[in-house]
């Protein structure tokens, strides 16, 4: 949300100080050079990244307009997890057969609605446990395979973000090539009024300045945030593989949440005292 919010407060401030230049917005409102700029952007973005990552990468961005995992939902994914290891501590690990095979019925996973939305992390969660169920995979085994999975998810993170900041480091060229368009036109209008010429020379402009503009204004500002989203959403998957490795090695409920605690970045981690009163709060209920 705060990115579209930035970017807008940034176009509002650039118009703001061109009309108190006297600059007249009509002479920015250029529909060719729109679909020359934006149309050519889009085409080598699919033409560099292919359609299902293009898709994918505009999914990313209208996402920006949901919030980020709050300290809270952190709190939520921690009390959840600890209600699971304490019904596998006191009831064995059969115990958690029902609340991993549909999580959506679980008295206790359907409480964490942000979990639940997340397909990533509830998918990764309960297939997880349902290896640890079988007692197959030893822990360190099971360690290599949920980080297996992460890498492969963050690869696939990798390309929208690369997506999007590819072709905003193409943007300024894709300018450079309308505003040369906008020249040719110029050129067969020369021997004819001033006006006419300094119109069609100012249309041309255009082209650079939203070539640049939406390349540092528009495309690199979503690249960054998308990352920065990523990786607030890689320390909440992070949290359940830790958890997850600790509960495989056998031990206690509070002692895998803290190791999932502790990978949690220091802006939303909540204090150890927090977490252990939530958890015996979630315990007693």
């Known amino acids: ?88 501590r006191k009831e064995g690990l059969l115990g958690l057969e029902s609340h991993v095979e549909n999580p959506a019925d679980s008295e206790i996973i359907k409480k964490n609605a942000y979990f639940l939305a997340n397909h990533h992390a509830s998918d990764f969660f309960c297939d997880t446990m349902k290896v640890i169920l079988t007692g197959s995979v030893g822990p360190h085994d099971l360690s290599e395979m949920m980080e297996l999975d992460l890498e492969v998810a963050h690869a696939e993170d990798h390309k929208l973000v690369g997506a999007w900041q590819g072709t905003g480091d193409s943007m300024p060229a894709i300018g450079i090539v309308a505003a040369v368009l906008g020249i040719v036109i110029t050129m067969g209008k020369i021997g004819g009024e001033a006006v006419v010429i300094g119109k069609s020379v100012g249309q041309a402009l255009v082209g650079t300045f ?55 970045d220091p802006t939303f981690r909540p204090g150890f005292a927090e977490m252990e009163t939530a958890v015996k709060e979630k315990e007693a209920a």
Do not use: W
């Open 210 to 264: 939203l070539g640049i503009l939406s390349g540092y204004g528009f495309f690199m500002p979503i690249a960054n945030s998308i990352a920065a989203r990523q990786t607030i959403e890689g320390s909440y998957m992070n949290c359940i593989r830790h958890a997850l490795f600790s509960f495989a090695r056998g031990e206690s409920p509070i002692t895998c949440v803290e190791f999932a605690r502790r990978n949690i």
């Open 1 to 88: 949300m705060f990115t579209y919010i930035g970017i807008v407060i940034a176009l509002a401030s650039m118009l703001a100080g061109y009309t108190m230049h006297h600059g007249q917005i009509s002479a920015l409102i250029v529909p060719s050079e729109y679909v020359t700029i934006f149309g050519m952007g889009i085409g080598l973005m699919i033409a560099s990244n292919g359609l299902p990552v293009t898709i994918k990468a505009i999914k990313a961005a209208l996402g920006l307009l949901k919030p980020p995992p709050s300290q809270q939902q952190f709190m939520d994914l921690l009390k959840m997890m600890f209600a699971l290891f304490t019904v596998a």
